[in-house]
Every structure is written in structure tokens, then in C-alpha cells.
């Protein structure tokens, strides 16, 4: 197995399918039992910062029965895990999805009569956009708006930044995304 070594992190750069298939069938297990050793060696060396990550996260087991309980929970692996950058990618976009949710599960009565289907005009809005309408017409609380405004604004500064950030403050944001979206949940989807 081929390694780099970057800023003090140990990175194996040779794992992949053709790396593999081009050893001897001899080889082949070895490799493997090697590849396990150096896993959980990987692992181990972390598995107290991951404990430290997981105690910053609220609880999820409120939300279990959300369409996006399974992108919130990869979100929270990701954190765990200590891929920030990723992490606040997919804050955004549970975030938008979570407004794209409340939107289109409401009706909106235009002049006290004309109603409209959430999801039959506004799908292709964009985030910003929804977000203007769910605060507008009431159809979030006030919180949960800023909330989603520091999501979108947040993944936006990241995603389309054009240097790499403090790791300090990109963990520090990360866990913060996290947690708003966990909180926006909780408030919105009342169980």
C-alpha cells in the first residue's frame, strides 16, 4: 500500500479495485488482512475525536419519520467522521429540502380565495426565494427562517469559496449547520 503523509495526516492513495485485481491470488488475501490492519488502525487513532463530534450533535431520533431523516443522518455520519467541507455541502442541502418540504405540503390562499398548491407553482424556486415565502406567509417561525437563511448563506460561502477556510472555523461551522438543522426540525415537524 502506497502512502502520502499531508498536514500530519496519514493518507492510503493506492486502495481501488485495479490495485487489487492486479495482485496474485496468493497476494490478494494478505493484502486484504493488511488494508483491515491499517483501517482500524486509522480508526482507532480517531475514535476519540469522533466520540467528542457525536456529543455536539442533538438527538435525531425525533425526526426518524421525516422524508430527509436519511440525508440528515449522512450529514451527522459526515461530521462525525470529520469531513466539514462535505458536511456543510449537505447541510445546504437538507435545508433547501426541508423548505421545498414545508412548501409543498401547504396551500396558499391569495385574496381569501384563490388557494395554491405548495408544490404545483413554487418548485423550481430557488432557495432564497422559498425561504422569503415560508417567512412571509407565516408557514415557519421567524427562528426557524434565520436558521435556514445562515444555512443557505453559510453553504454558499464554502461551496463557492474560492480558498480553503480555517479548519478551526470550518468544523466550528460545520457542527453549528448541523445542529440548525436538527433544531429547524424539531420546531417545524413538531412530533
Not at 116 to 129: C, E, H, N
Not at 162 to 167: C, D, G, M, Q, V
Request: with cysteine.
Amino acid at each position: 500500500m502506497k502512502k502520502i503523509l499531508i498536514n500530519n495526516k496519514e493518507y492510503v492513495i493506492d486502495v481501488t479495485r485495479g490495485t487489487y485485481e492486479g495482485l496474485p491470488a496468493k497476494r490478494r488475501k494478505q493484502y486484504r488482512e493488511d488494508l483491515k490492519d491499517k483501517l482500524k488502525k486509522q480508526f482507532n487513532d480517531k475514535i476519540n475525536d469522533v466520540v467528542k463530534r457525536l456529543l455536539t450533535i442533538q438527538d435525531l431520533s425525533v425526526i426518524k419519520k421525516l422524508p430527509c431523516h436519511d440525508l440528515v443522518y449522512e450529514t451527522r455520519m459526515l461530521y462525525i467522521e470529520g469531513y466539514y467541507y462535505a458536511t456543510i455541502a449537505l447541510c445546504g442541502m437538507v435545508g433547501e429540502n426541508i423548505a421545498r418540504m414545508i412548501l409543498n405540503d401547504s396551500e396558499i390562499t391569495i385574496n381569501r380565495s384563490r388557494i395554491i398548491k405548495g408544490k404545483t407553482i413554487f418548485g423550481r424556486l430557488d432557495f432564497v426565494v422559498i425561504n422569503k415565502i415560508l417567512i412571509n406567509v407565516g408557514l415557519i417561525q421567524q427562528d426557524s427562517y434565520k436558521k435556514l437563511e445562515k444555512i443557505r448563506k453559510l453553504r454558499n460561502k464554502y461551496v463557492h469559496g474560492n480558498k480553503l477556510f480555517n479548519p478551526i472555523t470550518v468544523k466550528r461551522d460545520a457542527g453549528i449547520l448541523l445542529n440548525f438543522i436538527v433544531t429547524i426540525l424539531r420546531s417545524e415537524f413538531k412530533p
